[in-house]
């Protein structure tokens, strides 16, 4: 009996997805051109990076 568990992978994909939508939707729509907008949804790639540095910037003050 061999027994595999993986816990919190679908919670954690959805809200990264859902994560993922958001910040795409942001940074493409303050977008001022087309390649500031591709480079919008290269950020919302990595969402989570930029949301963990404001907390520890905002944590520092």
């Known amino acids: 009996m ?3 568990i993986k816990c919190g992978t679908n919670s954690s994909n959805a809200v ?3 994560g ?3 910040a795409a ?3 493409i729509s303050t ?3 087309f390649w500031m ?3 919008g949804f290269l950020k919302a ?3 989570p990076v930029f949301l963990v540095f404001d907390l520890f910037k905002h944590l520092a003050a």
């Open 37 to 39: 907008g591709v480079l």
């Open 25 to 27: 939707i942001y940074f």
């Open 16 to 18: 990264y997805g859902l």
């Open 2 to 4: 061999k027994e595999s």
């Open 20 to 22: 993922f939508i958001g």
């Open 31 to 33: 977008a001022t051109g």
């Open 45 to 47: 790639m990595v969402w």
